[in-house]
């Protein structure tokens, strides 16, 4: 167990270096130029060369890389071009709204996706499974912004039940989280239906309900444990899902979240904040599935870890 | 994955009584008998009739700006009167940009994902072949590219890059082949262990003739799958690109763009929001509902499962 942790946190680590290495690259080389948007319009050519030799702009690639990285390792992610502040403190300010949203989408999610999946599989073949799994199917094809502005014309503009965008209280949350969970949920349905299924087949389901045991306790006690508890393993594999596509939802509620700092940062070619968040949420990933793997054996004896 | 027990009772049947009636439909005939299939099929169609047929259908050009087509006061016309689905903030027919969108829709989501098919199949197969310190370098670049936030990546690149059709494609293709690679690489594994492989080696058979004659024809089912689910992924893409304003750029109309450039009006004028909305939620919804058919008919690791 201990090998196998560490063996998967030094390739965690050297993913997340190749990660780096070619983000950086693809800002190097992509004809970006940062100093005209630092520098503005009316500057002279003698000043962009100024701020570009104060950036270290002009040197060569590897020298910059190692530079970065060499911060990186200190816990330095250098400063934003245009706001002038660490990029690590806006980053850590900007965090717990994208937690935040993050939980109350994973549990709407869960909510709606086991429901879903527990009931189309007892509905198995009839008119309800079909219609659920209909769903599930709208669920994966409908792009995130037209749901987010249909949700926001719905239940904001009107019926006035929640604001139209922005953060603070309990009901700014309830509208991103909900379409995010709406369109994550089709996924956990299926995959609850199809394990719900083949536990409903097994033997001691049989034996529960030759003993007369309720349906409902059946269903609740005895099958959906052992249906639901590998799905939830999956959670993991979300949580970087989530780190690296809330670009679009937080940007149409306004939510102050990281996604949408990076989306400011890639309109003003703001390079630091761009590589910051980019490794931020490429550790949500590779972390999201080594807690899968990690959660998989814990769930379902029979899986080993190698 | 979603099977009914309606449409898929003709199978179902036949599997049971195989010894005296195999079935001999074929896969295009089952999946015609299929719904949901069939379903996603015609509105395939449709899209593509619409596309197709764009210059004859439309009843205007989709960039002229129509005097009559805004109100006295400037706001854009709602469905119902000359313009059959309104018009858009600068007087244009919706009903004619949307068919021309269609057009951008559909080209960029099968020659992004036709893209994403070659470099994943490229990839796998070598990988999945050769082995040695080339497959396990190649899949080494993949577990890489799977740790990036791939939107983040997408929208990154195309911010940066000021984009055209092509490119955009070629950006969607860059973060879409992944998941290619990684299921082509596990099957062509499997394949290559199979004995008709050694037989046709030890008969002195070259690398090529194997790769080319032996083993793409049993992936072709897996690529088929992909290729179609991987469009719906694609369009998703571009429309989410071109909803941020870094996709395909205006006046070349996108069923993105569309909603990027009506959004503010999306309270007073929601049809220039959600009819967009609707189209590429249905052509996302089609693929997907036909690759999933797809996949439950051709994928021999899927058949019979729920």
Redesign the interface.
């Known amino acids: 167990m201990a090998a196998y942790l560490a063996r998967r946190l030094i390739l965690s680590a050297l993913?997340?270096l190749?990660?780096s290495l070619?983000?950086f690259f693809?800002?190097f080389v992509?004809?970006?130029d940062p100093v005209r948007q630092i520098a503005g319009r009316s500057a002279t050519p003698q000043t962009v060369e100024n701020i570009r030799t104060q950036l270290g702009l002009d040197q060569p690639f590897l020298v910059q890389y190692t530079r970065y990285l060499g911060g990186l390792l200190q816990g330095d992610m250098g400063r934003s071009y245009l706001q002038k502040t660490e990029v690590s403190s806006l980053i850590a300010a900007r965090m717990p709204a994208t937690l935040l949203l993050m939980a109350g989408a994973i549990t709407c999610e869960l909510i709606l996706g086991i429901g879903m999946g527990v009931a189309a599989a007892l509905m198995?073949?009839?008119l309800g499974?079909?219609a659920l799994?209909?769903t599930?199917?709208?669920t994966?094809?409908?792009?995130?912004?037209?749901v987010s502005?249909?949700m926001?014309?719905v239940f904001a503009?009107q019926l006035n039940w929640f604001p139209i965008g922005g953060y603070g209280t309990f009901a700014h949350l309830v509208l991103p989280a909900v379409t995010l969970g709406l369109l994550g949920s089709g996924w956990y349905a299926?995959m609850v239906?199809?394990s719900m299924?083949?536990v409903l087949r097994a033997d001691y389901i049989r034996t529960a309900r030759a003993k007369g045991l309720p349906r409902l306790r059946i269903v609740l006690r005895h099958a959906m444990p052992n249906a639901v508890l590998p799905v939830i393993a999956m959670i993991g594999i979300d949580i970087g899902m989530f780190?690296?596509?809330i670009?679009?939802v937080e940007?149409v509620f306004g939510w102050p979240g990281i996604g949408q700092l990076?989306?400011q940062a890639?309109?003003r070619?703001d390079i630091p904040i761009?590589m910051g968040?980019?490794l931020v949420?490429?550790c949500a990933?590779?972390l999201g599935n080594l807690l899968a793997d990690l959660i998989a054996p814990l769930v379902d004896p029979r899986i080993k870890l190698r | 994955m979603s099977r009914g027990k309606e449409w898929v009772q003709p199978t179902e049947r036949a599997g049971m009584t195989s010894i005296t009636a195999p079935d001999s439909a074929g896969p295009l005939t089952r999946l015609l008998r299929r719904k949901l299939a069939l379903f996603g099929l015609i509105l395939i169609a449709l899209v593509v009739a619409g596309a197709v047929l764009a210059p004859w259908i439309a009843p205007f050009a989709p960039e002229e700006q129509h005097f009559d087509g805004l109100t006295l006061q400037g706001a854009p016309l709602p469905p119902g009167g000359a313009y059959l689905l309104g018009t858009d903030l600068l007087g244009r027919d919706l009903f004619s940009r949307l068919l021309y969108g269609a057009r951008t829709s559909l080209l960029i989501g099968v020659v992004a994902n036709g893209l994403a098919l070659l470099i994943g199949t490229l990839v796998g197969i070598t990988a999945g072949y050769l082995r040695g310190w080339i497959g396990g370098a190649l899949m080494r670049f993949t577990d890489l590219m799977m740790a990036f936030p791939a939107l983040l990546l997408a929208i990154c690149l195309a911010a940066i890059l000021s984009p055209s059709l092509w490119i955009v494609a070629m950006v969607i293709a860059l973060v879409n082949w992944v998941q290619v690679a990684r299921v082509i690489y596990t099957e062509t594994i499997s394949l290559s262990e199979r004995d008709f492989i050694a037989a046709e080696r030890t008969l002195g058979a070259g690398t090529g003739r194997i790769l080319f004659r032996h083993i793409l024809p049993h992936l072709m089912p897996t690529i088929i799958v992909w290729g179609t689910l991987g469009i719906s992924t694609s369009v998703l893409l571009e429309a989410t690109l071109s909803f941020l304003g870094v996709g395909v750029q205006p006046p070349t109309p996108s069923w993105g763009n569309i909603v990027f450039e009506n959004q503010t009006y999306f309270q007073s004028a929601p049809w220039l929001v959600f009819l967009p909305g609707a189209a590429i939620l249905a052509l996302a919804l089609a693929f997907n509902l036909v690759g999933d058919a797809l996949r439950d008919e051709l994928d021999p690791t899927q058949r019979g499962r729920d």
Request: proline share 4%; charged share 10%; hydrophobic share 60%.
């Open positions: 993913i997340l190749g990660v070619i983000t693809l800002l992509l004809p970006a198995r073949g009839r499974d079909q799994m209909m599930s199917f709208v994966v094809s409908a792009p995130q912004f037209v502005l249909l926001l014309y503009v299926r239906r199809s299924i083949d780190m690296g596509g670009v679009v940007s990076a989306w890639i309109q070619i761009i968040v980019t949420s490429a990933i590779v």
